[in-house]
């Protein structure tokens, strides 16, 4: 097929027949609005593979945003290009319906990582039944399948209750300052969907994260008179014993219905100069995955009680815990939507499986889901794929999200086309 073909704003093709365990409901029985077409949400994702937006490129991500300002205008809809820093832009776009209801927001991050070597990263291509390039998980074709629905709700003929928005927003791979942009501004709705790779399951909960760093300070001397000096390193060792004897059982015990257990790794080591010094200084840097349950403050303070009991039985450990710049900017909370929204309901009923789940992963629903915006994670395809050198997303998993965000969207706003309504009021 012609990846590049344009696609008519407000054209619908018959129905995808729906993969077995995917969507169910309506999205199964049939619909009173138009049909989204799967092969254009296919073009769609290829279009958006192949506009590079990353960290490393001169323009980051802004020549998709301007694509997609440019294709939802196109579409009908009401567009705000918001700043976010230097050139870097979030996308909302807004359609209206005609009697007062909910807002439902769909959001991707406009943004993926570098290509790594990845081969031909920017050259869409179609085989196995698999679409390949990067962001074709992450997520961008998330972000074509969400544009069809804004495309389906502005078509002239549907009527509908509240409001749909769709957030595309900068920077999710490095700081999410977009989204941090957006729920400064105000942003909010009744319920929002984060189209993180998720296989069309319902990602309620996921883990908070902390990158923190303990730094041991010695005193450095000759080698062969080790007992002149303070060695950092052997300071550092028994902070690491002390984290996996102690702290590690006791995280196990924390435990959240979905998450499991809290977790930390010590993830590098690094101290000393030459083998003939004492080494002066060692830093140890973990990873740190906090529950609901836990409070950020909480997290940093337990490691540094480590220290001090470190400390209280030899008064020659000297050391300083603090928070990395990876998690620092801004607190990386868990996201935990309630299990009884009645609209995470909704989206349980219309997605791949009914029983929501828990992620392993940070995203940018956590930030939502703070500032008073109920979120749930619901995207195609699977994050193993997401930042791989090999980079791929299921056709059936794009048609399928297509069909989730469509169902989700009608069944919260209520839907109709034109002539359904006033067939209603005769």
């Keep these: 097929m012609n990846l590049s073909r344009p696609e008519p704003c407000g054209a619908h093709a018959p129905p995808p027949t729906l993969r077995s365990g995917g969507p169910q409901g309506e999205a199964e029985k049939g619909s009173t609005i138009g049909r989204i077409d799967p092969d254009a949400v296919l073009a769609e994702a290829a279009r958006l593979i192949a506009i590079e937006g990353h960290q490393d490129h001169p323009g980051q991500e802004r020549a998709v945003a301007d694509y997609l300002d440019d294709r939802l205008r196109g579409c009908g809809a009401e ?15 807004r359609v209206r319906g005609t009697r007062p209801g909910p807002t439902l927001m769909l959001n991707a991050h406009l943004d993926t990582v570098p290509p790594y070597g990845m081969p031909d990263a920017l050259l869409p291509r179609v085989s196995d039944g698999r679409l390949w390039g990067r962001g074709a998980v992450d997520m961008k074709g998330a972000l074509a399948a969400m544009i069809a629905v804004v495309e389906l709700l ?11 928005l769709l957030t595309a927003v900068a ?16 942003v909010r709705a009744d319920f929002a969907i984060v189209g993180e790779p998720t296989m069309l399951r319902v990602g309620r909960a996921h883990k908070g994260a902390m990158w923190a760093q303990a730094t041991f300070r010695g005193v450095a001397t000759h080698g062969s008179v080790p007992q002149d000096g303070v060695n950092a390193v052997y300071h550092a060792a028994r902070f690491i014993n002390a984290v996996e004897r102690d702290l590690v059982p006791a995280l196990d015990r924390r435990r959240h219905p979905l998450l499991g257990p809290a977790t930390v790794n010590v993830g590098v080591v690094a101290g000393g100069d030459r083998p003939p010094m004492v080494p002066a200084s060692c830093v140890v840097q973990l990873d740190r995955r906090w529950l609901p349950s836990e409070r950020h403050d909480e997290v940093l303070a337990e490691l540094r009680a480590v220290v001090a009991e470190l400390s209280q039985a030899d008064p020659r450990v000297d050391a300083t815990v603090e928070e990395m710049a990876g998690t620092a900017s801004f607190v990386h909370a868990p996201l935990d939507c309630p299990a009884d929204d009645p609209y995470l309901g909704m989206l349980c009923a219309v997605a791949a499986d009914p029983e929501p789940v828990g992620l392993q992963f940070w995203t940018d629903a956590a930030l939502l889901a703070a500032t ?3 979120a749930a994670v619901c995207g195609p395809g699977d994050i193993a794929q997401a930042h791989s050198l090999a980079e ?22 209520s839907v109709r086309r034109l002539d359904a309504e006033a067939e209603m009021r005769a």
């Design 154 to 164: 502005a078509a002239p003929d549907v009527t509908f209750d509240g409001e749909l």
């Design 79 to 93: 567009v705000e290009t918001q700043p976010v820093q230097g050139d870097r832009a979030n996308v909302i776009a």
């Design 392 to 413: 791929w997303v299921l056709v059936d998993q794009l048609r399928g999200a297509a069909e989730v965000y469509r169902a989700m969207t009608q069944r919260m706003l």
């Design 171 to 186: 920077g999710e791979e490095n700081g999410s300052p977009g989204m941090r942009a957006l729920v400064g501004a105000g």
């Design 372 to 374: 008073g915006t109920p």
